[in-house]
């Protein structure tokens, strides 16, 4: 049974990309309730994978250049070693 507050998903795909990028700016914190706790501050969709969201990162163009050196031979790219990154700074700051 759907959530009546919830908003039905369109085909995003099938919409123009201003028009797509408009319903998720007015909608994407809601899709963010549907997923489902897996523990303090994460989610996760039905398939028990974490649910990701896109975040906007200036950095000067010396370290993109280093970051692009290094995403090549990362799998998951920049999105990748800036994940790890996060995560090790993270977990140093939460063990001080």
């Known amino acids: 049974m759907t ?16 028009e797509a990028v408009a319903w998720l ?18 989610l996760v969709d039905a398939e028990g994978n974490e649910v990701m969201r896109q975040i906007t990162v200036r950095l000067p163009v010396g370290l993109v250049v280093r970051l692009d050196a290094h995403a090549g031979r990362d799998r998951e790219g920049r999105s990748g070693l800036i994940r790890m990154a996060v995560v090790d700074l993270l977990n140093k700051l939460d063990a001080a």
């Open 25 to 42: 700016m007015e909608h994407g914190d809601e899709l963010m309730t549907e997923g489902h706790r897996a523990g303090p501050g994460r």
């Open 3 to 18: 959530d009546p507050g919830t908003p039905q998903r369109p085909d995003l795909d099938a919409m123009p990309e201003e």
